[in-house]
């Protein structure tokens, strides 16, 4: 009995273990990454970073790429520059996309000395909030924001409760993305602006032989997200996502608009089954499907298997009939670069933001990773994104990501399931709001 | 022998102290956890808020957790059936003296060394892809028009779609530990059965299955514990935002703890570990029902 029990407890034991952690599986990885990105890190410490950096006269740097990325061979090359520059060693830890979000918190928790770090504007002002210095002084200093772009230092503060907490580089807006030559060869001459706009250019393509629309099942929320703000605001649509209130005659007016267009055959035969990245992979960037609702990094994503010759067009989610917004709205922003509210080195840190977010590393980061620059005296933007800038310059309103679509996670994934069937044609525009009602939450 | 009180303190001391930090302290702190709302994982005491037994009805009422939960009871259920039933098959053939023995063993076991994240890549990009898939260019040439025309990674298929890819990936192991098992058994009773008449099926039946029985429930808590902690085939599949056919309960306690996809979302680390107490559970519970009903104590050999 005794020797029954003492498994029992073990095998709770290792049970707990096993899920205490949160993804315990994926720890590997994160400790594979932080591995395969501590050699650069050390490689680049010039004179024992490392050691230097906890005494106050180095610079500590987690950031969210991988040493092997553009953008993270872009910042390694500034903080090179500025370490050659000033004498100042910097600790670069390419943490990577799931090291950051998993590590930093806890990190910061425990004290670790970490003097700035970067991630996407939302979670870094929102989800790390607390952690945060307020920048506004050191700003004001160098007169910073005489070459930034004023919309998103606008964003920045918003999101940073009304003070600037974050500064931003490598920003990014969310549009429709479409194949000129397509677009082209079918005549349409002017890039849709309204949802009636959007249906006779899909019915000339779709007439062509072409598909219309295609999407994967990471993105297909945000078409749900972006006509639902279209219609009623982004506050609105969250409220209706948060509070399940799917009777709003919002969502089954989204629902119908996209009921429609699977009917007319807008959307590609196998949207619905369409696993990231097939839809961007295997029908956008070969050519065979128009257009793709995505954010401004999706030309550099597929740009080896779209080809030299395939040419970009870009548009803002088109307005819909009795909508509130327009299209000046859309989910626009940035990574950011914050510093620890802690940091010893706040003079130093901001420095070396300035070095990667502005000029020759600002170009250099843009170039690589076909990005937007931050900073405004960098005016030419590489050409595969050249029509990504009047979409940008024209917009006003920042929605959140997915425009309010995701805000419940609780939700999301059935929201998902049930537009890609919607858009798939198995259900109806009504047996899309049962299938929400149903799900309650 | 006259028992030396210190020295067997002095010895268990740094298991015991091991044990307690490594083990035991996590344990406590996650079903302490569970009691209270929690933002971020590693925020102070002071910030947690006690709010009793509410993470574990919200859970109840959470459709998309009970979604997860089910997930997890068929991959379970429907994969452990067929992973067993392939791992015990193949062991079986491996350890009947064909040829090639080594080979064949290493050829099954082989997903297990390459990454999950090419493996699923292989399955969601060529095996299952509706354009030039596998499947649709074998169902194709065999004339089976109406298979080769599904879409493996619809929401309706796409749970088989995850099973089958992961279920591939674990046979080979267990196939080694119920093999291992086998071999154990000594070839004197296979040969005095020969010598008795009994045919392969008949030795199977009366000599192996009865002798294996401690590997059985080594294998079913192994396959449970795994199964409890399915994570990285779920979010190989639908990446960035979680899905209705692929969610299990660990994905959605990483969505509570860490956020979910790409949307800044509200996180409770309570909550979390609420599931974490659930799923051991669970663990504790399988383990308690195979240990009855697979009792090989009377058995030596």
């Known amino acids: 009995m005794r020797k029954r029990m003492m498994a029992l407890v073990l095998a709770s034991a290792m049970a707990v273990s096993l899920t205490a952690c949160g993804g315990g599986q994926t720890t590997g990885t994160t400790a594979a990454q932080e591995a395969a990105t501590a050699a650069p890190a050390a490689d680049n410490s010039q004179g024992g970073a490392a050691e230097q950096a906890g005494d106050g006269s180095g610079l500590v740097y987690w950031s969210m790429w991988e040493a092997t990325e553009p953008q993270g061979q872009a910042i390694q090359a500034a903080v090179d520059q500025f370490t050659a520059d000033t004498g100042i060693s910097v600790d670069l830890q390419f943490k990577g996309r799931t090291g950051i979000r998993e590590g930093l918190q806890p990190a910061l928790d425990a004290g670790t000395n970490i003097d700035l770090f970067d991630e996407d504007i939302d979670r870094v002002n929102t ?60 005549g349409i001459t002017k890039a849709p602006a309204t949802w009636a706009e959007l249906d006779d250019a899909c019915a000339k393509i779709k007439e062509a032989g072409y598909t219309p629309i295609t999407c994967d099942d990471a993105y297909i929320v945000c078409m749900f997200g972006y006509h639902m703000s279209r219609l009623v605001g982004e506050p609105k649509t969250e409220e209706i996502v948060k509070g399940g209130l799917w009777d709003d005659p919002s969502v089954t007016a989204t629902a119908e608009a996209y009921a429609d267009f699977a009917d007319k055959g807008y959307f590609s035969e196998t949207i619905a089954s369409n696993v990231w990245p097939a839809g961007q992979n295997q029908e956008l960037a070969l050519g065979t499907a128009a257009m793709y609702l995505n954010g401004s990094w999706l030309p550099n994503e597929v740009k080896d298997m779209a080809g030299d010759d395939f040419v970009w067009g870009c548009f803002s989610y088109p307005e819909v009939e009795g909508g509130t917004d327009g299209t000046d709205a859309a989910n626009y922003g940035a990574q950011v670069l914050a510093i620890n509210k802690d940091s010893q080195n706040a003079e130093n840190a901001f420095k070396l933001i300035c070095y990667i977010t502005q000029g020759e590393f600002d170009k250099m980061l843009s170039d690589l990773s076909v990005g937007i620059p931050a900073d405004s005296n960098n005016s030419e933007w590489p050409e595969l994104i050249a029509c990504v800038k009047p979409v940008m ?34 259900i109806d525009a009504q047996g899309f709001v049962d299938a929400l009602k149903k799900a309650g939450n | 022998m006259k028992r030396n009180r210190g020295m067997i303190v002095l010895f268990l001391a740094p298991a015991v102290f091991m044990f307690t930090v490594i083990f035991l302290y996590p344990i406590v702190r996650t079903i302490m956890m569970s009691f209270f709302k929690i933002d971020g994982i590693t925020d102070p005491l002071a910030k947690w808020q006690f709010t009793g037994l509410d993470n574990f009805f919200k859970l109840a009422n959470t459709s998309l957790f009970r979604i997860s939960m089910w997930n997890l009871f068929r991959i379970w259920l429907v994969g452990g059936i067929i992973v067993m039933s392939l791992a015990l098959l193949f062991a079986v053939i491996i350890t009947s003296g064909i040829r090639f023995k080594s080979f064949f063993r290493a050829v099954i076991y082989l997903p297990n060394i390459v990454s999950a994240v090419a493996l699923a890549t292989m399955w969601l990009q060529y095996v299952y892809s509706p354009k030039f898939g596998l499947l649709k260019t074998v169902f194709s040439q065999l004339g089976f028009t109406s298979l080769a025309k599904i879409q493996w990674l619809d929401n309706d298929h796409k749970f088989a779609a995850l099973l089958l890819a992961y279920c591939f990936g674990m046979v080979g192991y267990h196939m080694l530990i119920f093999a291992s098992g086998i071999e154990r058994i000594s070839s004197d009773y296979f040969e005095a059965a020969t010598l008795d008449g009994a045919n392969k099926i008949d030795q199977f039946r009366y000599i192996t299955l009865p002798l294996l029985k401690g590997v059985f429930k080594t294998n079913i808590t192994m396959w449970s514990v795994t199964s409890v902690g399915f994570f990285v085939w779920s ?53 308690w029902v195979c240990n009855h009903l697979l009792k090989d104590d009377d058995l030596e050999f």
């Open chain 2, 235 to 287: 979010q190989l599949f639908s990446t960035v935002t979680a899905d209705t056919q692929t969610i299990t309960p660990m994905v959605y306690m990483y969505m509570q703890i860490f956020g979910a996809g790409n949307s800044v979302t509200e996180r409770n680390s309570g909550l979390g570990a609420a599931i974490g107490v659930m799923l051991s559970i669970c663990v504790v519970a399988i383990f």
């Open chain 1, 393 to 426: 310059e024209s917009m006003n309103t920042r929605y959140p990501w997915a425009a309010g679509g995701e805000a419940n996670a609780d939700m999301t994934p059935i929201i998902k399931e049930n537009f890609l069937k919607l858009c798939g044609g198995t």
């Open chain 1, 127 to 186: 989800t790390w909030g607390q952690y945060l210095m307020d920048l506004e002084d050191l700003a004001k200093a160098v007169d910073y924001e005489a070459t930034a772009n004023a919309g998103l230092m606008a964003a920045c503060r918003e999101v940073g409760g009304g003070t600037l907490k974050s500064i931003p580089y490598q920003p990014n807006v969310f549009a429709f993305f479409y194949n000129q030559a397509i677009f082209d060869e079918v």
